[in-house]
């Protein structure tokens, strides 16, 4: 692992952040010093401002609201301002009249007089509340729960619930009150991941999973029910409690998952920083490798006795719970395909375990990507809340819309239509017969998310209910009569308004401050729109910009990318997270830093989707290069004799294909624990089908066999616990040696496909010294 020449500065981003803005910038030693000797030294300025954008949040003040909802229905709080002067505000939804939740001063002398002190801060010292009744509610503060009457302001003391665990026939009331978390292997290539207990709808019982086996811990001893016991290694019981609800209504029985995974690769990782390092194994599938075998079943809580649902061959096949009808009668089920290309959606009888088709669809490329259905929760269905029917979302048409069905299978009717697609139902209102879903429906900017509604019987058309461009974030009151709305765009900060369901404003909540921000230093990103290497499909770019960019010099290009077919990652909203949080700090070292999702993403139509189909390879790199030329011809601050790339995972794959198929362009990436080879993952399946098939496919999208056309400069990363790409990693860089390539290699121990904390940040630290010393900005 090459080890950083810059040496880090003892204050966190936060803290040089809060420098910068009280106007006392500091120039240390450290940070008069180069990153690199090679390279123009980096003004202590320059980097405290970078710094500081590593902590973007911190920069921005408010503009996005949380709502709590108000027993009645008919009002809703949230809080406001910061630790040191917060208010609780209280808003009636009918009117939109603003009052405090708290009277600040008097809760203030009512906490003095039982604490014996002051609390902290000069208002409200506390940010989160539980209404227990219309005027009463709970708080936690220096470690006690307190109950308020907000008509007296008396306060009481909750009972500290007790943490004793001496008596193993005892077990704490914290044990007992909340879910805990088990582990279970979720076959994503990462080995066990961690869950939490999913507690039963009569508040009786918390599912999870022991060993091997279905485990029920009841919430009022606390003591440990297993509902299976021949659990094996081999074939394991797994629950679900994070993307399906596997209870039933009444909470007396729940829906597991029983997984043979004999045949599945094994592979092979360890623990390199115990005492004495500790091999792991993992299961994974290879592309046209053995799946595993998964069935589904109800347990009854109190016998256990599994019923085995019958949802005919399940071999090479994803299952997914739709949810359980009101009366328990039936648990719906759709079944995916190996290659996403059909599903069938199931009706099963909890209690004899008969199921029938009712309902399927196919799709001659693939109907949703794997990321979304197999391990994701972006699932394509939302069931009535009488239990009638279902809404689908589908493609079938060229974009994602919404159609309902009963449980015949019949459609009832079409809901949405139009050269836009939905992205998610937000709330069924059956009782006055709307159907409230965000679309991406403003053609001027596609990517855009509003709130739209539309009648549930069909027949009618979409009426959007948000306004402003950006992307918008809603939440629903609890009676479907009005929404808290959030929104905001690359260069624009968040607002937040309360709105009647019909779309009409009843009050602003929030308008975020950015007045740090430009004591630090900004220029606000900007979106161009390109063409594709087709010559006509629009693509959309967001440009970050140096704090202090100026329109004459020139700068070097430094693009972000993923490129593959499960996410689009161009930022679209102000405080984007994610690896946008970094790029938005790199550009203020002097450079132009980009982001756009090229054709083969989603989120737009199917056809421009469907473009990587048995194509993966052939034009995503064109499409990328082609924007970035487009972008320098029609902006001559762009220094085109100095770009980069980087990217993770996929990103990964396609930034070193930049090095080989357009090095008159790319001269330096950093690759991050990237895919390489697709017979090495089942991910490619959804694309290229399987390899038995289709092995010219398998070639054409093998990155390792472009490493003889790899020019410039190369930073691979990779991480020992990435079992999935890790040794894709070594074969790159074992072929780049026997070519005589000069790269760098950075390894980081103990961390997967995805780094956090200190060595993310040293991992960031490694890639901005590569491009400064190679970009030179």
């Not at 995972?649 to 198929?661: E, I, K």
């Amino acid at each position: 692992m090459s080890v950083s020449p810059f040496p880090h500065c003892p204050a966190g981003p936060s803290a040089r952040a809060a420098a910068i803005l009280a106007g006392a910038l500091v120039a240390s030693a450290s940070l008069a010093a180069p990153l690199v000797a090679q390279s123009a030294p980096i003004s202590p300025a320059r980097r405290a401002v970078y710094d500081a954008y590593l902590d973007f949040d911190q920069l921005v003040q408010g503009g996005r609201v949380v709502p709590g909802w108000i027993p009645g229905g008919t009002s809703l709080w949230y809080a406001g301002g910061g630790p040191n002067d917060r208010v609780l505000q209280r808003v009636e939804l009918a009117t939109g009249r603003t009052t405090p939740l708290l009277d600040a001063e008097r809760l203030r002398r009512a906490l003095v007089e039982r604490l014996g002190h002051e609390p902290a801060g000069r208002g409200v010292p506390f940010a989160q509340v539980v209404f227990t009744a219309p005027q009463q509610l709970r708080f936690e503060l220096e470690g006690d729960n307190w109950q308020l009457d907000l008509v007296t302001y008396a306060l009481t003391r909750l009972p500290r619930p007790t943490a004793n665990e001496g008596d193993r026939l005892a077990t704490s009331e914290l044990t007992r009150q909340r879910p805990q978390p088990f582990w279970q292997e979720s076959f994503t290539g990462g080995g066990e991941t961690r869950n939490l207990e999913r507690r039963s709808p009569d508040g009786r019982w918390y599912l999870g999973v022991q060993g091997h086996d279905i485990a029920l811990r009841s919430a009022t001893d606390g003591r440990t029910l297993m509902r299976t016991t021949d659990g094996t290694a081999d074939s394991l019981w797994t629950v679900e409690t994070r993307r399906w609800e596997p209870w039933s209504p009444s909470g007396t029985r729940f829906v597991a998952q029983r997984h043979d995974v004999r045949g599945m690769q094994k592979m092979l990782g360890a623990q390199w920083l115990k005492m004495f390092v500790e091999p792991l194994e993992t299961r994974w599938t290879r592309a046209g490798g053995v799946l595993q075998a998964s069935s589904l079943y109800v347990l009854d809580v109190v016998w256990g006795r599994p019923v085995a649902l019958n949802l005919g061959d399940t071999r090479d096949s994803y299952l997914q719970v739709m949810g359980w009808l009101p009366d328990e009668s039936r648990v719906l089920v759709a079944k995916y395909d190996r290659l996403l290309h059909s599903v069938e959606v199931w009706a099963a009888d909890p209690s004899t375990g008969e199921g029938r088709v009712i309902m399927s669809e196919r799709s001659p490329t693939f109907l949703t990507n794997h990321h979304e259905v197999v391990w994701g929760d972006d699932f394509p269905w939302t069931m009535l809340p009488d239990g009638t029917g279902f809404l689908w979302r589908s493609e079938r048409d060229g974009w994602d819309h919404l159609y309902r069905y009963d449980l015949n299978g019949r459609m009832v009717a079409r809901l949405t239509q139009g050269s836009f697609p939905v992205t998610s139902v937000v709330r069924v209102d059956q009782q006055r017969g709307w159907v409230y879903f965000m679309a991406q429906g403003d053609p001027a900017r596609p990517y855009d998310r509003h709130l739209y509604r539309v009648p549930l019987a069909g027949g009618g058309t979409a009426q959007r209910l948000s306004e402003g461009a950006g992307v918008h974030e809603v939440t629903m009151c609890p009676l479907a009569d009005c929404f808290v709305d959030s929104w905001s765009s690359p260069a624009g900060p968040p607002h937040t308004v309360l709105r009647r369901s019909d779309g009409a404003q009843v009050t602003a909540l929030g308008e975020a401050s950015i007045d740090r921000l430009r004591r630090v230093g900004w220029t606000p990103p900007r979106e161009y729109v390109v063409k594709a290497a087709d010559g006509s499909t629009d693509l959309w770019v967001t440009m970050y910009l140096p704090f202090d960019f100026d329109s004459t010099r020139s700068y070097p290009v430094v693009e972000f990318l993923y490129a593959g077919p499960q996410v689009a990652v161009r930022p679209t909203t102000f405080a984007e997270p994610g690896p946008a949080q970094y790029n938005r700090a790199l550009a203020n070292l002097g450079f132009v830093v980009v982001t756009l999702d090229a054709r083969g993403t989603p989120g737009r139509s199917k056809a421009f989707h469907d473009v990587v189909f048995r194509k993966w390879g052939t034009f995503e790199i064109a499409d990328h290069a082609g924007a970035i030329r487009q972008l320098g011809a029609r902006l001559p601050f762009m220094d085109l004799t100095r770009v980069g790339i980087w990217g993770r995972s996929w990103g990964g794959h396609y930034a070193l294909r930049a090095l080989a198929q357009a090095p008159d362009l790319y001269v330096a990436a950093s690759v991050e624990v990237p895919g390489f080879d697709p017979v090495g993952n089942q991910l490619y399946e959804t694309y290229l089908g399987l390899p038995q098939q289709n092995a010219a496919l398998y070639d054409q999208a093998n990155a390792i066999l472009l490493a003889p056309k790899v020019r410039g400069h190369l930073r691979l990363m990779s991480a020992l616990s990435d079992v999935a790409t890790f040794p894709e990693t070594m074969r790159m860089s074992e072929e780049l040696v026997r070519l005589g390539f000069q790269h760098e290699l950075s390894i980081f121990a103990n961390s997967g496909h995805g780094q956090v904390g200190q060595t993310a940040r040293y991992n960031d630290e490694q890639r901005t010294q590569f491009f400064v010393r190679h970009l030179r900005p």
